[in-house]
Protein backbone atom coordinates (compact mmCIF):
# COMPACT_ATOMS: atom_id res chain seq x y z
CA UNK A 1 0.00 0.00 0.00
CA UNK A 2 1.35 3.45 -0.90
CA UNK A 3 2.49 5.58 1.63
CA UNK A 4 0.34 8.29 2.50
CA UNK A 5 2.18 12.43 2.70
CA UNK A 6 0.48 15.14 3.52
CA UNK A 7 1.55 18.23 1.79
CA UNK A 8 0.68 21.88 3.75
CA UNK A 9 0.20 24.08 1.30
CA UNK A 10 -2.11 26.89 3.09
CA UNK A 11 0.50 29.70 3.27
CA UNK A 12 1.08 29.47 -0.48
CA UNK A 13 -1.28 32.14 -2.62
CA UNK A 14 0.82 33.97 -4.71
CA UNK A 15 4.40 34.85 -5.78
CA UNK A 16 7.42 32.28 -5.95
CA UNK A 17 5.48 29.72 -3.18
CA UNK A 18 2.56 29.52 -5.56
CA UNK A 19 4.69 28.95 -8.74
CA UNK A 20 6.62 26.14 -6.41
CA UNK A 21 3.86 24.38 -5.36
CA UNK A 22 2.12 24.50 -8.71
CA UNK A 23 5.04 22.97 -10.25
CA UNK A 24 5.78 20.26 -7.82
CA UNK A 25 2.10 19.11 -7.95
CA UNK A 26 2.01 18.84 -11.68
CA UNK A 27 5.19 16.64 -11.33
CA UNK A 28 3.87 14.36 -8.69
CA UNK A 29 0.29 13.70 -11.22
CA UNK A 30 3.02 12.66 -13.46
CA UNK A 31 4.39 10.40 -10.98
CA UNK A 32 3.75 10.17 -7.39
CA UNK A 33 7.00 7.93 -6.82
CA UNK A 34 5.30 5.08 -4.51
CA UNK A 35 3.53 7.53 -2.31
CA UNK A 36 0.19 8.77 -2.53
CA UNK A 37 -0.47 12.34 -1.78
CA UNK A 38 -3.23 14.75 -0.23
CA UNK A 39 -2.80 18.18 -0.47
CA UNK A 40 -4.23 20.62 2.66
CA UNK A 41 -5.25 24.02 0.92
CA UNK A 42 -7.87 26.76 1.42
CA UNK A 43 -11.48 26.60 -0.22
CA UNK A 44 -10.58 27.56 -4.34
CA UNK A 45 -6.71 28.21 -3.36
CA UNK A 46 -5.59 25.46 -6.39
CA UNK A 47 -5.86 26.18 -9.85
CA UNK A 48 -8.39 23.64 -10.93
CA UNK A 49 -6.01 22.25 -13.25
CA UNK A 50 -3.63 21.29 -10.51
CA UNK A 51 -3.64 19.16 -8.19
CA UNK A 52 -6.57 17.12 -9.89
CA UNK A 53 -5.19 14.05 -9.50
CA UNK A 54 -4.08 14.08 -5.86
CA UNK A 55 -6.09 14.29 -2.96
CA UNK A 56 -6.88 17.31 -1.95
CA UNK A 57 -8.33 18.38 1.90
CA UNK A 58 -9.43 22.00 2.82
CA UNK A 59 -8.64 23.92 5.70
CA UNK A 60 -11.42 26.47 6.09
CA UNK A 61 -9.63 30.01 7.16
CA UNK A 62 -11.67 33.29 8.24
CA UNK A 63 -12.00 35.58 5.25
CA UNK A 64 -10.42 38.48 6.68
CA UNK A 65 -7.18 41.31 6.32
CA UNK A 66 -4.37 39.41 5.13
CA UNK A 67 -2.52 39.94 8.84
CA UNK A 68 -5.80 38.37 10.64
CA UNK A 69 -5.65 35.88 8.34
CA UNK A 70 -1.93 35.12 8.89
CA UNK A 71 -2.49 34.72 12.40
CA UNK A 72 -5.34 32.45 11.56
CA UNK A 73 -3.27 30.10 9.48
CA UNK A 74 -0.16 29.96 11.67
CA UNK A 75 -2.75 29.31 14.43
CA UNK A 76 -4.08 26.26 12.70
CA UNK A 77 -0.56 24.63 11.77
CA UNK A 78 0.96 24.48 15.53
CA UNK A 79 -3.01 23.77 16.81
CA UNK A 80 -4.92 21.29 14.47
CA UNK A 81 -2.28 20.03 11.76
CA UNK A 82 -0.54 18.27 13.89
CA UNK A 83 -3.60 16.27 14.89
CA UNK A 84 -5.38 16.06 10.97
CA UNK A 85 -1.47 14.59 9.91
CA UNK A 86 -1.69 11.59 12.43
CA UNK A 87 -3.73 9.93 9.61
CA UNK A 88 -0.46 10.22 7.58
CA UNK A 89 3.25 8.48 7.50
CA UNK A 90 4.65 12.45 6.61
CA UNK A 91 3.86 15.84 6.42
CA UNK A 92 5.61 17.55 4.57
CA UNK A 93 5.54 21.70 5.19
CA UNK A 94 6.45 23.79 2.20
CA UNK A 95 6.92 27.38 3.75
CA UNK A 96 9.23 27.29 6.46
CA UNK A 97 6.86 26.85 9.40
CA UNK A 98 6.11 22.90 10.96
CA UNK A 99 4.25 22.26 13.86
CA UNK A 100 5.91 22.46 17.43
CA UNK A 101 3.89 19.43 18.25
CA UNK A 102 4.86 16.20 16.44
CA UNK A 103 2.69 13.70 16.11
CA UNK A 104 4.06 12.69 12.45
CA UNK A 105 7.32 12.31 10.93
CA UNK A 106 7.88 15.56 9.31
CA UNK A 107 9.69 17.33 6.61
CA UNK A 108 9.84 21.42 6.66
CA UNK A 109 11.37 23.60 3.63
CA UNK A 110 13.10 26.73 4.19
CA UNK A 111 12.77 29.06 1.56
CA UNK A 112 11.91 32.49 2.92
CA UNK A 113 15.01 34.27 3.70
CA UNK A 114 13.28 37.90 5.12
CA UNK A 115 12.30 35.52 8.47
CA UNK A 116 16.26 35.09 8.85
CA UNK A 117 17.87 38.20 7.63
CA UNK A 118 15.72 41.17 8.87
CA UNK A 119 17.81 43.99 7.47
CA UNK A 120 15.61 45.27 5.32
CA UNK A 121 12.06 44.24 7.10
CA UNK A 122 12.21 43.44 10.99
CA UNK A 123 8.80 42.73 12.07
CA UNK A 124 6.75 41.73 15.21
CA UNK A 125 5.31 38.88 12.55
CA UNK A 126 9.12 38.01 11.52
CA UNK A 127 10.03 37.87 14.34
CA UNK A 128 7.26 35.17 15.97
CA UNK A 129 7.54 33.35 12.48
CA UNK A 130 11.46 32.71 13.42
CA UNK A 131 10.81 31.46 16.98
CA UNK A 132 8.19 29.24 15.57
CA UNK A 133 10.71 27.76 12.84
CA UNK A 134 13.29 27.53 15.41
CA UNK A 135 10.87 25.06 17.13
CA UNK A 136 9.43 23.58 14.10
CA UNK A 137 12.96 23.18 13.01
CA UNK A 138 14.16 20.63 15.74
CA UNK A 139 11.05 18.96 15.84
CA UNK A 140 11.55 18.00 12.12
CA UNK A 141 12.92 14.46 10.47
CA UNK A 142 14.34 16.99 7.51
CA UNK A 143 14.94 20.39 6.64
CA UNK A 144 14.91 21.37 3.05
CA UNK A 145 16.75 24.13 1.47
CA UNK A 146 16.75 25.40 -2.05
CA UNK A 147 20.37 26.33 -2.34
CA UNK A 148 23.54 25.85 -0.33
CA UNK A 149 23.53 29.67 -0.18
CA UNK A 150 20.48 29.20 1.62
CA UNK A 151 21.61 26.80 3.92
CA UNK A 152 24.36 29.54 4.87
CA UNK A 153 22.65 32.31 5.42
CA UNK A 154 19.59 30.70 7.62
CA UNK A 155 22.58 28.14 9.89
CA UNK A 156 23.72 31.74 10.66
CA UNK A 157 20.73 32.61 12.41
CA UNK A 158 19.24 29.10 13.66
CA UNK A 159 20.59 26.43 14.45
CA UNK A 160 20.15 23.02 12.06
CA UNK A 161 21.52 19.88 12.34
CA UNK A 162 23.90 18.92 9.58
CA UNK A 163 22.51 15.50 9.31
CA UNK A 164 19.04 16.75 8.63
CA UNK A 165 19.62 19.07 6.50
CA UNK A 166 18.81 18.31 2.54
CA UNK A 167 19.79 21.04 -0.41
CA UNK A 168 16.78 20.34 -3.30
CA UNK A 169 17.14 23.04 -5.74
CA UNK A 170 13.90 24.02 -7.63
CA UNK A 171 13.55 23.42 -10.97
CA UNK A 172 12.19 25.00 -14.15
CA UNK A 173 9.07 24.20 -17.01
CA UNK A 174 9.81 24.14 -20.46
CA UNK A 175 6.60 23.52 -20.93
CA UNK A 176 5.94 27.00 -19.80
CA UNK A 177 7.89 28.39 -22.76
CA UNK A 178 6.51 26.31 -25.50
CA UNK A 179 4.52 28.74 -27.97
CA UNK A 180 4.92 31.84 -26.49
CA UNK A 181 5.32 34.62 -28.40
CA UNK A 182 7.57 37.57 -28.01
CA UNK A 183 6.72 40.85 -27.82
CA UNK A 184 6.30 42.72 -30.71
CA UNK A 185 6.91 46.94 -31.83
CA UNK A 186 8.77 47.93 -28.80
CA UNK A 187 11.98 50.13 -27.74
CA UNK A 188 15.14 47.82 -25.99
CA UNK A 189 14.39 47.37 -22.74
CA UNK A 190 15.78 45.61 -19.74
CA UNK A 191 13.46 43.03 -17.66
CA UNK A 192 12.89 42.63 -14.21
CA UNK A 193 10.03 40.09 -12.27
CA UNK A 194 10.15 41.15 -8.57
CA UNK A 195 7.45 42.68 -6.59
CA UNK A 196 8.66 45.99 -5.16
CA UNK A 197 10.17 45.04 -2.20
CA UNK A 198 13.30 46.64 -0.32
CA UNK A 199 15.30 43.58 -0.91
CA UNK A 200 15.05 43.43 -4.53
CA UNK A 201 17.72 46.35 -4.73
CA UNK A 202 15.52 48.04 -7.75
CA UNK A 203 16.79 51.45 -7.10
CA UNK A 204 20.24 50.32 -7.89
CA UNK A 205 18.76 49.47 -11.76
CA UNK A 206 16.88 53.00 -11.97
CA UNK A 207 19.94 54.32 -11.19
CA UNK A 208 22.40 52.06 -13.02
CA UNK A 209 19.75 53.12 -15.85
CA UNK A 210 20.52 56.58 -15.90
CA UNK A 211 23.90 56.31 -16.45
CA UNK A 212 23.44 54.06 -19.50
CA UNK A 213 23.91 56.52 -22.70
CA UNK A 214 21.09 54.92 -25.07
CA UNK A 215 17.86 57.46 -24.50
CA UNK A 216 15.73 55.17 -26.17
CA UNK A 217 16.32 52.08 -23.75
CA UNK A 218 13.98 51.28 -21.55
CA UNK A 219 13.74 49.44 -17.47
CA UNK A 220 10.20 47.12 -17.68
CA UNK A 221 9.37 45.83 -14.23
CA UNK A 222 6.52 43.34 -13.48
CA UNK A 223 5.67 43.18 -9.98
CA UNK A 224 2.97 43.87 -7.21
CA UNK A 225 3.43 47.09 -5.16
CA UNK A 226 0.98 46.00 -2.17
CA UNK A 227 3.60 44.07 -0.23
CA UNK A 228 5.11 47.97 0.53
CA UNK A 229 3.48 50.23 -1.21
CA UNK A 230 5.89 53.19 0.35
CA UNK A 231 8.58 51.77 -0.90
CA UNK A 232 6.69 52.01 -4.19
CA UNK A 233 6.33 55.17 -4.15
CA UNK A 234 10.17 56.08 -3.16
CA UNK A 235 11.22 54.06 -6.51
CA UNK A 236 8.37 56.39 -8.53
CA UNK A 237 9.73 59.59 -6.93
CA UNK A 238 13.61 58.72 -7.66
CA UNK A 239 12.36 57.64 -11.12
CA UNK A 240 10.77 61.57 -11.47
CA UNK A 241 13.70 63.09 -10.13
CA UNK A 242 15.91 61.51 -12.39
CA UNK A 243 13.80 62.30 -15.46
CA UNK A 244 13.01 58.56 -16.62
CA UNK A 245 9.36 58.81 -16.46
CA UNK A 246 9.41 57.97 -19.92
CA UNK A 247 12.05 55.30 -19.70
CA UNK A 248 11.00 53.38 -16.25
CA UNK A 249 7.41 51.10 -16.93
CA UNK A 250 6.31 49.95 -13.69
CA UNK A 251 3.71 46.93 -15.15
CA UNK A 252 2.45 45.71 -12.23
CA UNK A 253 1.41 42.18 -11.54
CA UNK A 254 1.16 40.25 -14.45
CA UNK A 255 -0.04 36.13 -15.08
CA UNK A 256 2.97 34.01 -15.44
CA UNK A 257 2.63 33.46 -19.12
CA UNK A 258 2.73 37.41 -20.21
CA UNK A 259 5.98 37.57 -17.64
CA UNK A 260 7.70 34.91 -20.05
CA UNK A 261 7.35 37.01 -23.19
CA UNK A 262 8.76 39.81 -21.43
CA UNK A 263 11.99 37.84 -21.20
CA UNK A 264 11.80 36.56 -24.61
CA UNK A 265 11.70 40.52 -25.95
CA UNK A 266 14.29 41.64 -23.54
CA UNK A 267 17.94 43.11 -24.21
CA UNK A 268 18.85 41.33 -20.45
CA UNK A 269 17.01 40.21 -17.01
CA UNK A 270 18.88 42.52 -14.88
CA UNK A 271 18.17 41.39 -11.44
CA UNK A 272 19.95 43.28 -8.37
CA UNK A 273 18.40 41.31 -5.45
CA UNK A 274 20.39 41.14 -2.33
CA UNK A 275 18.60 38.68 -0.40
CA UNK A 276 17.49 35.26 -2.24
CA UNK A 277 17.03 31.60 -1.36
CA UNK A 278 17.21 30.96 -4.87
CA UNK A 279 17.38 32.80 -7.86
CA UNK A 280 14.22 31.39 -10.33
CA UNK A 281 14.13 34.61 -12.88
CA UNK A 282 17.53 33.33 -13.18
CA UNK A 283 16.61 29.72 -14.92
CA UNK A 284 13.65 31.37 -16.46
CA UNK A 285 15.88 33.56 -18.58
CA UNK A 286 18.35 30.98 -19.45
CA UNK A 287 15.29 28.96 -21.24
CA UNK A 288 14.09 32.34 -22.70
CA UNK A 289 17.57 32.57 -24.01
CA UNK A 290 18.10 36.33 -22.43
CA UNK A 291 21.09 37.20 -21.41
CA UNK A 292 21.40 37.83 -17.40
CA UNK A 293 23.26 40.54 -15.42
CA UNK A 294 23.09 39.73 -11.63
CA UNK A 295 23.81 41.18 -8.34
CA UNK A 296 27.22 38.87 -7.68
CA UNK A 297 25.41 37.23 -3.95
CA UNK A 298 26.18 33.46 -3.30
CA UNK A 299 22.68 32.08 -4.24
CA UNK A 300 22.99 34.34 -7.67
CA UNK A 301 26.64 33.05 -8.21
CA UNK A 302 25.57 29.01 -7.31
CA UNK A 303 22.52 29.32 -9.63
CA UNK A 304 24.01 31.26 -12.25
CA UNK A 305 27.41 29.51 -13.10
CA UNK A 306 29.16 31.18 -16.23
CA UNK A 307 26.22 32.26 -17.39
CA UNK A 308 25.44 35.34 -16.04
CA UNK A 309 27.46 39.31 -15.78
CA UNK A 310 27.79 39.65 -12.55
CA UNK A 311 28.34 43.12 -10.31
CA UNK A 312 28.79 44.32 -6.77
CA UNK A 313 25.33 44.55 -5.83
CA UNK A 314 25.29 47.94 -4.55
CA UNK A 315 27.52 49.95 -7.81
CA UNK A 316 25.03 51.14 -10.35
CA UNK A 317 27.68 52.30 -12.36
CA UNK A 318 29.24 48.59 -12.66
CA UNK A 319 25.38 47.52 -13.50
CA UNK A 320 25.53 49.87 -16.30
CA UNK A 321 28.93 48.68 -17.53
CA UNK A 322 28.16 45.11 -17.35
CA UNK A 323 24.52 45.98 -19.21
CA UNK A 324 26.45 48.18 -22.18
CA UNK A 325 29.21 44.67 -22.36
CA UNK A 326 25.59 42.49 -22.72
CA UNK A 327 24.64 44.80 -25.64
CA UNK A 328 27.63 45.25 -27.50
CA UNK A 329 29.70 42.24 -27.45
CA UNK A 330 26.93 39.72 -29.22
CA UNK A 331 29.88 37.11 -29.79
CA UNK A 332 30.60 36.71 -25.59
CA UNK A 333 26.85 37.24 -25.05
CA UNK A 334 25.90 34.76 -27.72
CA UNK A 335 28.42 32.03 -25.89
CA UNK A 336 27.16 33.16 -22.74
CA UNK A 337 23.36 32.41 -23.28
CA UNK A 338 24.51 28.68 -25.09
CA UNK A 339 25.66 27.95 -21.53
CA UNK A 340 22.02 28.88 -20.25
CA UNK A 341 20.42 26.11 -22.33
CA UNK A 342 22.56 24.30 -21.22
CA UNK A 343 22.53 24.62 -17.47
CA UNK A 344 18.92 25.21 -17.81
CA UNK A 345 18.41 21.66 -18.64
CA UNK A 346 20.13 19.94 -15.41
CA UNK A 347 17.06 22.08 -13.23
CA UNK A 348 14.25 20.49 -14.27
CA UNK A 349 11.38 19.87 -12.10
CA UNK A 350 11.34 16.06 -12.58
CA UNK A 351 14.74 16.13 -10.85
CA UNK A 352 13.92 18.17 -7.66
CA UNK A 353 10.70 16.13 -7.40
CA UNK A 354 12.96 13.03 -7.59
CA UNK A 355 14.80 14.43 -4.95
CA UNK A 356 12.39 15.36 -2.59
CA UNK A 357 10.69 12.23 -2.77
CA UNK A 358 14.41 10.73 -1.46
CA UNK A 359 14.06 13.01 1.13
CA UNK A 360 10.86 11.74 2.50
CA UNK A 361 12.48 8.25 1.93
CA UNK A 362 14.99 9.32 4.39
CA UNK A 363 12.81 10.99 6.87
CA UNK A 364 10.49 7.89 6.97
CA UNK A 365 13.87 5.59 7.74
CA UNK A 366 14.63 8.21 11.15
Given at each position: ???????????????????????????????????????????????????????????????????????????????????????????????????ALRS??????????????????????????????????????????????????????????????????????????????????????????????????????????????????????AGGS???????????????????????????????????????????????????????????????????????????????????????????????????????????TALR??????????????????????????????
Amino acid sequence: MARRVLINALSLTQGGGRSYVTNVLRELERDDRGFRFTVLVSPGQLNSTVGSKLDVETAKLPASAARSRMLARVGYEEAVLPFRARRFALLYCLADLAPALRSTPTVVALRNLNIYDRRFYDTARLRILERLVRVGVRRAARVVFPSRAAVDLIRRRIGVEEAKIAVVPHGVSTEAFEDVSPVVDHPPYLFLPASLERHKNIGVLIEGLAQIEDPKLELWIAGGSTADPAYARQLERRVASLGLGSRVRFIGAVPYAEVIRYYRSAEALVFPSLLESFGHPLLEAMLAETPIVAADIPAFREIGGEVALYFPPHDAAKLAAAVERVRFNPDETALRVARGRSRAASFSWKTSVDRLCAVFEEALRT
